[in-house]
């Protein structure tokens, strides 16, 4: 084995082991199935003082698991494509006060667990993988923001902060700090709806939307996630280099 092979083998090991530590990894995304334009994101005003923000199948807004498309961002070779057909729950409670500051309205949210199973129905996972729970979020607190002084505002929901204290869990890939999960959405209300009530939590709506989630590193069943895969290559092009100039030297 010549020198240079040895070099781009430590550096490719070294690599393997260093994450980028600014770049954020997308890891999954989430959207209504083909064909589907249902809103299943709903918040629920009690009217005393409390709510509750969750997947929803009816117009009550009660709790319920729904039909989703799921995405693997990263290479994960159980799904090298679309889960066409699967399905999501979560659902967290709102004791703190709906607010509204500048133009934006803040609706802090308690914690919660955010869960997606494959379909049985899926035509190309179902028959194997049918029922499995692939990815679940953990989560201590969440929100839902708007910035009402835009022309077009849009909800949106997530864990994405530091003292959100986030864990991913999947039988697929492993994670790391900082872990987030964003949703965006259409409201069902007219524009400016969004608003909080009297009672001081936000009003009951359904929603429509799509999510993401990311973290800091990803391992995923050997294959380095795509930060480390170019840190892998320029780092092993730049050991090249050197051991080429070295050489000529000698």
Do not use: W
């Amino acid at each position: 084995m010549n020198n240079t092979l040895k070099a781009l083998i430590v550096a490719g090991s070294m690599a393997l082991a260093i994450s980028p530590a600014s770049a954020q990894v997308l890891i999954g995304s989430v959207s209504n199935q083909a064909g589907d334009g249902g809103s299943y994101y709903g918040f629920q005003n009690n009217g005393a003082g409390t709510g509750f923000f969750r997947t929803t199948n009816d117009g009550n807004v009660s709790a319920g698991t729904i039909p989703i498309a799921f995405t693997f961002n990263i290479a994960v070779p159980a799904f090298p494509t679309t889960i066409t057909k699967a399905s999501m729950f979560f659902s967290s409670s709102a004791t703190a006060p709906c607010t509204i500051t500048a133009g934006t309205l803040t609706q802090p949210l308690n914690g919660g667990v955010l869960s997606i199973f494959v379909s049985p129905s899926d035509p190309v996972y179902g028959a194997t993988h049918g029922n499995e729970l692939i990815f679940k979020a953990t989560y201590n607190s969440a929100g839902i923001t708007q910035d009402n002084t835009q022309g077009n505002p849009q909800p949106t929901f997530g864990f994405a902060d530091p003292s959100d204290v986030v864990s991913f869990v999947s039988p697929y890939f492993t994670s790391a700090d900082p872990e987030k999960g964003t949703f965006s959405f259409s409201s069902g209300l007219p524009l400016g709806g969004v608003t909080c009530n009297a009672n001081g939590k936000m009003n009951t709506q359904t929603m429509g939307g799509n999510g993401n989630f990311s973290a800091g590193t990803v391992t995923t069943q050997g294959v380095p996630e795509p930060g480390t895969l170019t840190m892998l290559l320029g780092t092993g092009v730049a050991a090249s280099m050197f051991m080429i100039r070295k050489r000529r030297r000698n």
